[in-house]
């Protein structure tokens, strides 16, 4: 089944080369390259949830790189990768708000009876599905060990 969402990147792609919107169309051609490049790897068509996984995988990326520019004194660099970030938010779904994040996080707990940190990957697998691309899966893993610790 083809992504709605690949389809509707690839739209705006389409919309920012006649806007001749220079950094936008860098940024979306990346997008669907990593999109492309997956798909002829593994010889599949991504469906909305692994182009929103992805499109995570993207922006966390482009968030490590933010941090190591400014700890580097470059904030140029930092500059361009944020530019970049917000892009590819755009296509991602509402982030969660903390109280949701603790709630998604108190359910799966209770709901793998999961008392110990050895019982961390239980409720990851759980959660992961729930909260893709509008969480980011390190603060996801710091609220479950604040919640086991």
């Known amino acids: 089944m ?25 940024v979306l051609r990346l997008v669907m390259a990593e999109f492309k490049r997956i798909e002829v790897d593994e010889r599949i068509e991504l469906d909305d949830a692994r182009v929103l996984a992805v499109l995570d995988k993207m922006l966390k990326q482009r968030r490590d790189s933010i941090t190591q ?4 004194d470059r904030p140029e660099l930092a500059e361009q990768e944020k530019s970049e970030s917000l892009v590819i938010q755009e296509f991602l779904p509402q982030p969660l708000t903390d109280a949701e994040l ?5 359910k799966a707990i209770a709901q793998t009876g999961a008392s110990e940190m050895r019982d961390m990957g239980k409720i990851m697998g759980l959660i992961k599905p729930q909260v893709q691309g ?11 060990k604040a919640s086991l610790g």
């Open 2 to 26: 083809a992504s709605e969402l690949k389809t509707r990147i690839n739209d705006e792609l389409k919309t920012a080369m006649r806007a001749k919107e220079k950094a936008r169309v860098a």
């Open 69 to 72: 520019y400014e700890q580097a």
């Open 134 to 144: 509008r969480a980011d899966m390190a603060d996801v893993s710091k609220r479950i």
């Open 102 to 106: 603790d709630e998604i996080v108190d």
